[in-house]
């Protein structure tokens, strides 16, 4: 008897539902007969395949209660659908927040809040089941050490030759490796906790200071990258500035940078609309960002400290104060200079270290430094006649010392001469302000000497014609000397009297004026 035959024959007697679904049993199988173009056929393969698959896994229909969204039964044509998808995402994302949050401001508090009722879960999120555990449920971290043990007052605890002091090596390793989770997020320390790491005190006292060093260094960056103004760039905060001038219709646009300095970067803009009719605002403004790095301010303090009119709110302790302090004066002195008809940019608006003022040039080209514009000699002459008058100007009438004067810092624009850059401008009663005006004649009078200019006075000379003063010194040491005695009798008339010299005359009794 053929046994393949015997294990097929079906078993004619009836016997419970459970013997003919058993899996250890023989399956029922019956031959179909088929020609061999059916068999080659890969359609009836591919029947033939999907019905042993249905056989063998059947599918098993379960009605859940309310709506249920899987991967198979999303009809992606219904609003509604797609709208509950995208609510279930988002609700995700909202409940991961609060997570987070929970986990921040708990941190290793033994008392800690729960944001659970602002949690939004939908019943038909698939992936939230009972089983899985709750994130108050997992506050035991394995790889936390246990909370050590305080040593009595009496400095050991055991007895005989098991006595332990606070001392012991191994309990100063264990303690040492713990407070290593006290360091910076940004301080990797490892799983030291996990394999019972002892570090001596040399050791983790060597970490402690390369972390603080770290993090401080990483602040600094940090600093430097956010609030700090760069070469040809701004700062998020001076970008917000001028984006607040562009909205609020003060300035059209802003076309780029046209100059950059040690303390400054300039940017060319268009004129918008002022909000007061008394305001007018140019066609082509500048706008003069002052550099917040505060590397170039560390040795420019001489030039305001001392300044009556920013003498009381310098502060050595806040250096960001001394920039915005910075911008402010220059304000001051180019209003100084415009109301005593110099030739500078007019100034349109002040917002913290930005200043705008008006462009000087024509369709975004700016004019030439007179160091780099060539001149005849009668423009040279004229030039040179124009600044000595400008100095005098700014000396009797603005009380003002430019103390940067320079052909770099002096404009050729429609035929004469303008002076720019005055934030360093101090009064001739600083103490330094004399030895300003003597470096500012010697700038001059070498750069016109050099042009070719035979009526250029020397530096001596211009100093006598521009501060009125009559010092008579045949060298330029005995000259200096001279000057450094007038700024010494000033300092101790101030220290004195509370007084200031307004100017140095050559009668005796020059006239004060209260602070």
């Known amino acids: 008897m053929d046994p393949v035959g015997v294990a097929a024959a079906p078993d004619a007697r009836p016997g419970p539902a459970w013997q003919s679904k058993c899996p250890w049993g023989a399956p029922n199988t019956t031959s179909i007969s088929c020609s061999l173009a059916d068999v080659m056929s890969e359609q009836l393969a591919k029947e033939l395949q999907l019905e042993e698959e249905n056989a063998a896994f059947p599918e098993v229909v379960a009605v859940a209660e309310g709506p249920f969204i899987t991967g198979e039964n999303i009809d992606t044509s219904s609003d509604l659908m797609l709208a509950q998808m995208l609510q279930m995402e988002f609700d995700r994302e909202y409940d991961a927040q609060l997570r987070r949050e929970e986990k921040k401001i708990n941190g290793d508090s033994k008392v800690s809040i729960s944001f659970e009722n602002y949690r939004k879960v939908h019943p038909y999120d698939s992936d939230s089941s009972e089983d899985e555990v709750d994130w108050q449920d997992t506050r035991h971290d394995p790889y936390r050490a246990d909370k050590p043990t305080t040593t009595p007052r009496k400095g050991f605890v055991g007895k005989g030759k098991d006595i332990t002091t606070k001392h012991d090596e191994v309990v100063c390793g264990r303690k040492n490796t713990a407070r290593m989770e006290n360091f910076a997020p940004e301080f990797q320390v490892g799983d030291g906790i996990g394999m019972d790491l002892k570090l ?97 301010f560390k040795n420019r303090d001489k030039y305001i400290k001392d300044d009556y009119r920013f003498k009381d709110r310098f502060s050595k302790l806040n250096p960001r104060k001394i920039i915005r302090m910075w911008a402010e004066k220059e304000m001051h002195n180019l209003t100084r200079m415009q109301n005593a008809g110099i030739p500078c940019p007019q100034v349109v608006i002040l917002k913290k270290h930005v200043l705008v003022m008006s462009f000087i040039g024509q369709d975004q080209v700016p004019a030439p430094k007179l160091k780099d514009v060539t001149l005849s000699s009668e423009d040279m002459k004229k030039a040179y006649y124009q600044i000595l008058n400008m100095m005098q100007q700014l000396y009797k009438e603005c009380n003002l010392v430019h103390a940067d004067l320079s052909e770099y810092n002096m404009l050729w624009h429609d035929g004469k001469v303008w002076l720019i850059d005055v934030s360093q401008s101090v009064e001739p009663t600083h103490p330094h302000g004399l030895e300003f005006l003597f470096r500012d004649c010697r700038n001059v009078s070498q750069f016109f000497q050099k042009g070719g200019v035979a009526e250029a006075l020397n530096e001596r000379e211009l100093f006598n014609a521009v501060s009125g003063l009559n010092i008579t010194a045949d060298n330029e040491v005995d000259f200096q000397a001279e000057i450094e005695a007038l700024e010494k009798m000033n300092e101790d008339h101030v220290q004195n009297h509370g007084k200031k010299l307004s100017m140095f005359s050559n009668d005796g009794d020059p006239p004060i004026y209260d602070e």
Request: proline share 3%.
């Open 200 to 296: 001596s005190n040399q050791v983790f006292n060597a970490l402690k200071q390369h972390a603080y060093s770290e993090e401080r260094r990483s602040a600094r960056l940090h600093e430097k990258k956010e609030h700090s103004t760069a070469e040809k760039a701004v700062d998020p905060k001076t970008r917000l500035l001028l984006y607040k001038m562009v909205n609020a219709g003060m300035l059209e646009t802003i076309t780029g940078c046209i100059s950059t300095g040690k303390e400054s970067v300039v940017f060319h803009a268009y004129g918008g609309k002022s909000a007061t009719e008394d305001k007018v605002i140019p066609p082509e403004c500048a706008i003069k960002v002052f550099k917040t790095t505060l590397n170039e």
